[in-house]
């Protein structure tokens, strides 16, 4: 009931495209879902994160969508760029409880 | 601003070795962190502290010890290097625990047990 479950695995779009990852979660009591983005070589940082009072936030290019009754939630980049590819992670917490993350997914960005 | 640094950026260990991961953060955060990261496994916690002088058990913690001795300060120690150990290790820390504020990551060690 603890898991995130991330995908897909991997994914190729085009530049200009829109790419859209997607993470599903068991427990309703998680009420706080961050996405990281994690460059090779590098230590994952926080890109956009959401919590369940509202079904959508944007920043800049990139949107999560909630669905709380789906348990489910996305996240969007739009007009996809090069510099986008990376590894993104999904992950669901609550207050006083550990991050549970998905297992990534790997963008790549084609020119 | 260095954030979160990480010492050794990669090591190769013997099977029984044993050594210490050093992990240091200079944004006077509260709370620290201990990941292993796999391919395709996402990160699962090891280790965290909420404070200096405190701290508890992640979700895999077997084989691995910590300490806080200062709020700069969280080291991971391997003890018994075993081939399951092989793996990214990334320290992270936040101001707030947990589902409050972004945790925020060093680049991470890469240890190869064999």
């Known amino acids: 009931q603890q898991q995130v479950k991330q995908s897909p695995q991997s994914l190729i779009v085009q530049k200009g495209g829109i790419s859209i990852i997607n993470c599903a979660y068991e427990n309703t009591a998680f009420d706080y879902f961050p996405w990281y983005q994690q460059f090779p070589g590098k230590g994952p940082a926080l890109l956009i994160a959401i919590r369940p009072d509202v079904s959508e936030k944007k920043e800049g290019r990139f949107t999560i969508s909630f669905n709380k009754s789906a348990k489910q939630f996305s996240l969007h980049i739009m007009d996809s760029q090069p510099g986008d590819s990376a590894t993104y992670f999904c992950a669901a917490s609550m207050v006083n409880y550990q991050l549970i993350w998905g297992a990534g997914t790997k963008l790549i960005i084609k020119p | 601003n260095a954030g979160v640094t990480q010492t050794p950026k990669f090591r190769i260990l013997k099977i029984g070795q044993s050594m210490t991961l050093q992990c240091t953060q200079d944004?006077?955060?509260?709370?620290m962190y201990w990941y292993r990261q796999d391919p395709g496994m996402g990160l699962k916690l090891i280790y965290y502290?909420?404070?200096?002088?405190?701290?508890d058990k992640g979700e895999v913690p077997n084989g691995y010890n910590v300490s806080r001795s200062t709020t700069e300060d969280f080291p991971l120690r391997l003890e018994l290097a075993a081939p399951s150990q092989t793996s990214v290790y990334f320290c992270a820390s936040s101001s707030e625990g947990f589902g409050n504020q972004p945790q925020h990551f060093g680049d991470g060690t890469r240890l190869s047990i064999l």
């Open positions: 944004m006077n955060h509260n709370y």
């Open positions: 502290s909420v404070g200096a002088g405190i701290t």
